[in-house]
């Protein structure tokens, strides 16, 4: 079973900055799409940034370009989330998602496209 891991969250000052890093284990395809989600409390989980196989583009929600880059080592099936000037904003439980790649539309930001979670990293920025 495809097991996505996130590690590197914590409490950190505003304005300091963070790595996370997903690791995934137990893939039974070549392409796919892996995704940072964030959820605030009261809030709905939203997409941060995503990098597909298929381009190996990365993408990024409005609120974070030009603060997190995202990227991606094949070889140890790791995706990193490299994240600067944090802000209180950025308070979140970070998730790592995985969705096989497959012909149709598919909306990055949606977590519903979504087959494969991990269990989430806190991230705490204090102001």
């Known amino acids: 079973e495809v097991q996505p891991v996130e590690s590197g969250g914590g409490l950190v000052q505003a304005g300091g900055s963070l790595r996370l890093s997903c690791v995934v284990s137990?893939?039974?395809?070549?392409?796919?799409?892996i995704t940072w989600f964030r959820q605030a409390p009261g809030k709905e989980r939203e997409g941060v940034s995503c990098?597909?196989?298929?381009?190996?583009?990365?993408y990024y929600t409005d609120s974070v370009k030009g603060r997190f880059t995202m990227t991606r080592d094949n070889a140890k099936h790791q995706a990193d989330l490299q994240m600067l000037s944090l802000t209180s904003e950025d308070t979140a439980i970070y998730y790592c998602?995985?969705?096989?790649?497959?012909?149709?539309?598919?909306?990055?930001?949606?977590?519903?496209?979504?087959?494969?979670w991990g269990q989430g990293t806190q991230v705490t920025v204090s102001s």
């Open positions: 990098i597909m196989t298929t381009d190996g583009m990365a």
């Open positions: 998602a995985v969705r096989e790649a497959r012909p149709g539309p598919f909306n990055w930001l949606k977590s519903y496209e979504y087959e494969y």
């Open positions: 137990g893939f039974t395809f070549d392409d796919y799409a």
